[in-house]
């Protein structure tokens, strides 16, 4: 543990790590109860896995895949949401089919790129020790986004994530800031990957905000506290996987996977 507060006072790297880490609890504390208490796992996770297309596409012509991301997040978004609001009944299936699609469709055009193991695998499993200035500078710029807009629509959000028909007869465009949300998640998952990677993604978008839904009796109250268990579980996962030289994003996710599950069990117990 010594070792890595000597690397955090000394090493460039390790600062923008958690300075990342910070930005991505941060994102995911704000967004995350909304997926929680929206149900959106299955749509976030539709829009996590068909991004790999886009950045499939984005390797291949030479371009950055987070630009690639960034573009198909705000595109399955819009589509997986649209897909829900017209088609309810298929929609599992209609959101599996994009997910499969869009996966496949990053593995034909990774395939055809030369060389593209070494950079590319860190997008797909994570790498927060190899995020540079320019990296920073793009999450700000994404976390700024996020959390101007959920502030600014902060009420309508509200009302849509717990009561829709009320929404509607006052007079609130459910439609629009239910795909504006979905494009919000879309923004967060962006974020989240180059800290976790794509694979593991929706597990940090959703298990602080599981943790905090426990304790907080608003919707307030369960972001300020996911983003404090998430910015915890990053510097803690940092700090235990920097020794043993461990995967920095599996550490994390292992550790809000353990942090819920002992949450849960002690509640049970104490009720």
Same mark, same amino acid.
């Given at each position: ?31 995350? $109860? ?5 149900? &959106? ?23 950055? $895949? ?8 705000? &595109? ?37 790129? $030369? ?6 695998? +860190? ?84 298990? $602080? ?9 608003? &919707? ?7 983003? &404090? ?6 510097? +803690? ?10 995967? +920095? ?23």
């Amino acid at each position: 543990m010594s070792q890595f507060f000597e690397a955090l006072a000394s090493q460039v790297f390790m600062q923008y790590a958690l300075a990342a880490g910070l930005l991505a609890s941060l994102a995911c504390g704000i967004i995350g $109860p909304y997926v929680i208490v929206m149900r &959106l796992g299955l749509l976030a996770g539709g829009i996590a896995h068909a991004l790999l297309g886009g950045m499939g596409v984005a390797y291949f012509l030479g371009q950055s $895949p987070l630009a690639g991301a960034l573009i198909t997040a705000v &595109l399955a978004a819009l589509i997986i949401g649209w897909v829900r609001l017209q088609f309810g009944e298929d929609e599992d299936t209609i959101i599996a089919a994009i997910w499969a699609v869009g996966m496949a469709l990053g593995v034909l055009f990774i395939s055809r790129t $030369p060389g593209y193991t070494a950079d590319l695998m +860190s997008y797909l499993f994570g790498n927060i020790l190899l995020i540079g200035r320019s990296d920073l500078i793009f999450l700000a710029v994404l976390n700024a986004i996020i959390i101007g807009i959920v502030t600014l629509f902060y009420k309508q959000f509200l009302a849509v994530a717990f009561d829709e028909e009320f929404a509607r007869a006052r007079g609130i465009r459910v439609r629009f800031f239910y795909l504006l949300m979905l494009v919000l998640v879309a923004l967060t998952i962006v974020v989240l990957i180059r800290v976790v990677g794509l694979i593991l993604v929706i597990a940090l978008l959703t298990l $602080p905000a599981a943790i905090a839904r426990q304790f907080a009796g608003t &919707l307030y109250g369960m972001m300020l506290l996911a983003s &404090l268990i998430g910015a915890a579980l990053t510097f +803690s996962g940092l700090a235990i996987s920097y020794g043993p030289n461990l995967p +920095s994003g599996a550490t994390i996710i292992v550790l809000a996977g353990l942090s819920y599950f002992t949450v849960l069990i002690l509640r049970r117990q104490r009720r």
